[in-house]
């Protein structure tokens, strides 16, 4: 089946710091989406990008479809930004969609 | 604010207990969802909703018992339930297939 891989695993910034946060997949996928898990165990979904560039204020995505892999970039971090980033794709088009195993993020004042 | 929303948050049973997870949405969504997530693992899909209708159901045991009354609703009913079914448990929804997903707060659930 799919693999989907996340990179890197652990992240520890400064406030103010940005990264990038990376997520390659095995195979063509429907779609692709970016979660935020915070510590309290809320996931927002940040992004639904099959293909593309996405921004929403200090968060932005790009996934490049045809090389398999999506980036998410977080700019001027903030300790609200911690948490556990998980990449999902829609492979078969059935409502199961297939997780990377998460990038955690901690952002220290 | 989530517009999933789930009760309770907060759930402590015993092995012999009956409990019910409770999932809510208003978002007209067709599909609902019933995840649960271990320690530092993602979330594992357990059942599928589709228009109301059982869709998926990822070799759950029987001692988890999901049902959509209807289509803005989705229960999770609890019994026998052992230590290890101690998890975060999640409900998600979205618009049928291929659809950005929503998902509620969690309910947090140990098992004593």
């Known amino acids: 089946g799919i693999q989907v891989e996340q990179s890197p695993p652990d992240l520890i910034l400064q406030e103010g710091a940005n990264s990038t946060l990376r997520c390659n997949f095995s195979d063509s996928v429907n779609n692709l989406q970016w979660f935020h898990q915070n510590p309290w165990g809320q996931l927002i979904n940040l992004f639904y990008?099959?293909?593309?560039?996405k921004q929403n204020g200090r968060l932005s995505a790009t996934t490049v479809a045809t090389e398999r892999y999506s980036l998410l970039y977080i700019s001027s971090s903030q300790t609200t930004d911690s948490g556990v980033y998980f990449c999902a794709v829609d492979y078969y088009s059935n409502y199961q969609l297939i997780w990377g195993a998460g990038t955690k993020l901690i952002i220290k004042p | 604010d989530t517009e999933v929303t789930q009760t309770p948050k907060h759930l402590v049973m015993g092995m012999t207990n009956k409990k019910s997870l409770k999932c809510e949405q208003h978002m007209g969504h067709r599909a609902m969802y019933w995840y649960k997530q271990k320690a530092k693992k993602p979330p594992e899909l357990m059942f599928v909703?589709?228009?109301?209708?059982?869709?998926i159901n990822e070799s759950v045991p029987s001692r988890f018992s999901p049902e959509c009354p209807n289509s803005s609703l989705l229960n999770l009913h609890l019994h026998a339930l052992q230590p290890e079914d101690s998890a975060l448990y999640l409900c998600a929804s979205s618009h049928p297939v291929g659809n950005t997903i929503y998902f509620g707060e969690g309910s947090w659930l140990t098992v004593v």
């Open positions: 909703y589709s228009y109301e209708k059982l869709s």
């Open positions: 990008i099959p293909s593309g560039t």
